[in-house]
């Protein structure tokens, strides 16, 4: 399938993101204690790679479509290298990185589908993006529970004055 040039240029910019942080995951795989977020590097692997794999088949002119992306429940399985290495202060810094990472790789899917001008393509990415929202929810729920994401609660008063400060578009 032949791609808009603007499609081509973005997915060439996202296939070498994917390599950098297939590498990267699997470097952290090797310190990560914790069973559960092992899990969690090994879905974020089986994402990129599954990802990858959709943008190579774009990229293909001799084919006429590409593969559908795969459900959340339907992605490669691998096995991460591990060591016994790690510890739970790692873990949280390594749970801290895959949130941010993820979060980064969802807007630029998000931004990236706003500029893609094959429908089919621009839909697919949008898929990608809400895959890596998938994971960065299971990732702050995994923080949560190790107790290292903060975050802060507005109180009653601010969130009315918030409200009654625009309650006049609800009548206009």
């Known amino acids: 399938m032949l791609l808009p040039a603007s499609d081509l240029g973005l997915i060439s910019t996202h296939l070498p993101a994917h390599d950098g942080m297939i590498m990267k995951v699997k470097l952290m795989a090797r310190e990560a204690k914790e069973e559960k977020l092992l899990e969690l590097l090994n879905t974020k692997v089986g994402i990129l790679r599954s990802h990858v794999r959709i943008m190579m088949d774009m990229l293909d002119p001799d084919s006429s479509d590409f593969e559908k992306l795969p459900d959340f429940n ?11 290495r790690g ?45 890596q929202v998938k994971l ?29 400060h625009f309650s006049h578009m609800m009548e206009e």
């Open 74 to 84: 339907e992605l490669p399985e691998g096995q991460l290298e591990t060591t016994s």
């Open 136 to 164: 960065l929810n299971m990732v702050t729920e995994f923080l949560k529970e190790i107790e290292a994401d903060v975050t802060p609660m507005g109180t009653p008063d601010e969130q009315k004055k918030v409200m009654n």
């Open 87 to 131: 510890s739970q202060l790692m873990d949280k810094h390594i749970a801290m990185e895959i949130k941010a990472s993820t979060e980064a790789m969802a807007k630029d899917n998000f931004v990236s589908a706003l500029k893609m001008k094959d429908p089919q393509v621009k839909q697919t990415h949008i898929e990608m993006a809400l895959q």
